[in-house]
T-cell receptor, first 116, second 114 residues
Framework: NAGVTQTPKFQVLKTGQSMTLQCAQDMNHNSMYWYRQDPGMGLRLIYYSASEGTTDKGEVPNGYNVSRLNKREFSLRLESAAPSQTSVYFC???????????????FGPGTRLLVL | AQSVTQLGSHVSVSEGALVLLRCNYSSSVPPYLFWYVQYPNQGLQLLLKYTSAATLVKGINGFEAEFKKSETSFHLTKPSAHMSDAAEYFCAVGARGATNKLIFGTGTLLAVQP
């Protein structure tokens, strides 16, 4: 049971290049998330997917697209990278705890992205 | 809107001393509250969570947090710091009406001095 895995671990891009960050979970969780972490700003939600086939915008979606490929996989795409997208990206997943109960999120190890 | 505020972006303690990391929340409904820990170059790991079952919540690695409604606080404590506790700690609140969304604080970096 690997939990939440992310690839790549580290990536350097030039401005304007595109790339896809991959995330997979083996916990049979329904919901999956993409966050970015910047110094002094905590984690900010980019996109999330409550179930296979659905995606919704979070707090900072501009410049990103996502695909919920199946229940296990949730990818984040940068179509035209900008220096402002230099950050650490975390994927997470969660499962319902019961009606009205907050879901506990489990995080991957992160992808460090540098855009030059 | 719900939010959390973590007082002190950096906290330094001596090994063996009390650890106190502060978190205040804003919520118009009874909140769900979480503490996560992030070790260097790793993802976030759940330390503990408050779900209204008990106001004093015990977590992993000897940490605990007490929910105080009157003070809108959920401070994290550990009686005796260990060098391995050096990490960044995040407080989070469950988003109102969305049980699958969390709002994170800006984090507190804990340093433990020998």
């Amino acid at each position: 049971n690997a939990g939440v895995t992310q690839t790549p671990k580290f990536q350097v891009l030039k401005t304007g290049q595109s790339m896809t960050l991959q995330c997979a979970q083996d916990m049979n969780h329904n919901s999956m998330y993409w966050y970015r972490q910047d110094p002094g700003m905590g984690l900010r939600l980019i996109y999330y997917s409550a179930s296979e086939g659905t995606t919704d915008k979070g707090e900072v979606p501009n410049g990103y697209n996502v695909s919920r490929l199946n229940k296990r996989e949730f990818s984040l795409r940068l179509e035209s990278a900008a220096p402002s997208q230099t950050s650490v990206y975390f994927c997470a997943s969660s499962v319902p705890q019961g009606k009205g109960y907050q879901e506990t999120q489990y995080f991957g190890p992160g992808t460090r992205l540098l855009v030059l | 809107a719900q939010s959390v505020t973590q007082l002190g972006s950096h906290v330094s303690v001596s090994e063996g001393a009390l650890v106190l990391l502060r978190c205040n929340y804003s919520s118009s409904v009874p909140p769900y509250l979480f503490w996560y820990v992030q070790y260097p170059n790793q993802g976030l790991q759940l330390l503990l969570k408050y779900t209204s079952a008990a106001t004093l919540v015990k977590g992993i690695n000897g940490f605990e947090a007490e929910f105080k409604k009157s003070e809108t606080s959920f401070h994290l404590t550990k009686p005796s710091a260990h060098m391995s506790d050096a990490a960044e700690y995040f407080c989070a609140v469950g988003a109102r009406g969305a049980t699958n969304k969390l709002i994170f604080g800006t984090g507190t970096l804990l340093a433990v001095q020998p």
